[in-house]
């Protein structure tokens, strides 16, 4: 499978907290994004990391790559009510404009 | 609003019926998506055109059938559909492929058409 797993399914957490999603991969990758998806409506892009980054930040985004597990974490720090959505991850792979992607997490911050 | 306008939201069609989905895209992008999504499922790649050439597609059945007039419209035409074909489908633009491809491009959607066949 070339797509991204996500791991949690579902994820509940108290505003204030931490929010912390993974994705695993099988593939090589040029590079792995983070959409967010609200009940009814399009993806929308968060942030993208190539395979030569580490670490990118985004306000209260913090993403990870390791090329070498073939895994990737998505940290939401001091998550309010509106951050409850589903997250995707998407890979990027080979020499096209083609993204795959996962199943997603259903993310619910309770105010 | 991302820029990318899909029409309609919302639409039911019985078995028999031809209905038609529009997408079209504000932001000068070259390349347009097609995506199935439907529940517990990992979004679905239909159809991909860049320049209004088509460059993928995913195996589709053909009682689906994209149209490209211009890098700015895209639309999928329906007809014959199944039960099994209800679900949202969303459509996407990025900047599109230049020689030599493009490998860090990141994509718009639009809001979807939730399509319910009957």
């Known amino acids: 499978s070339q797509q991204g797993e996500e791991d949690p399914q579902a994820l509940s957490i108290q505003e204030g907290e931490n929010a912390t999603m993974n994705c695993s991969y099988k593939?090589?990758?040029?590079?792995l994004q983070w959409y967010r998806q609200n009940s009814g409506r399009g993806l929308v892009h968060l942030i993208l990391?190539?395979?030569?980054?580490r670490e990118k930040h985004s306000g209260r985004l913090r993403v990870t790559l390791d090329t070498s597990k073939k895994s990737s974490s998505l940290l939401i720090t001091a998550s309010r009510a509106a951050d409850t959505a589903s997250y995707f991850c998407?890979?990027?792979?080979?020499?096209?404009?083609?993204?795959?992607f996962g199943k997603g997490i259903t993310l619910s911050v309770r105010p | 609003e991302t820029g990318v306008t899909q029409t309609p939201r919302h639409l039911v069609m019985g078995m028999t019926n031809k209905k038609s989905l529009k997408c079209e895209q504000h932001?000068?992008?070259?390349?347009m998506y097609w995506y199935k999504q439907s529940a517990k499922k990992p979004l679905e790649l239909m159809f991909v055109?860049?320049?209004?050439?088509?460059?993928e597609n995913n195996s589709v059945p053909s009682r689906f059938s994209p149209e490209c007039p211009n890098s700015s419209h895209l639309f999928l035409h329906l007809h014959t559909l199944q039960p099994e074909d209800s679900a949202l489908y969303l459509c996407?633009?990025?900047?599109?492929?230049?020689?030599?491809?493009?490998?860090?491009?990141?994509?718009?959607f639009g809001s979807g058409t939730q399509l319910s066949v009957l």
């Open positions: 932001l000068g992008h070259n390349a």
């Open positions: 593939t090589s990758i040029n590079n």
């Open positions: 055109y860049n320049f209004k050439e088509q460059t």
């Open positions: 990391i190539r395979s030569n980054e």
């Open positions: 996407a633009s990025s900047m599109g492929l230049a020689f030599g491809g493009a490998t860090n491009e990141k994509l718009f």
């Open positions: 998407a890979i990027h792979t080979g020499a096209n404009s083609k993204l795959t």
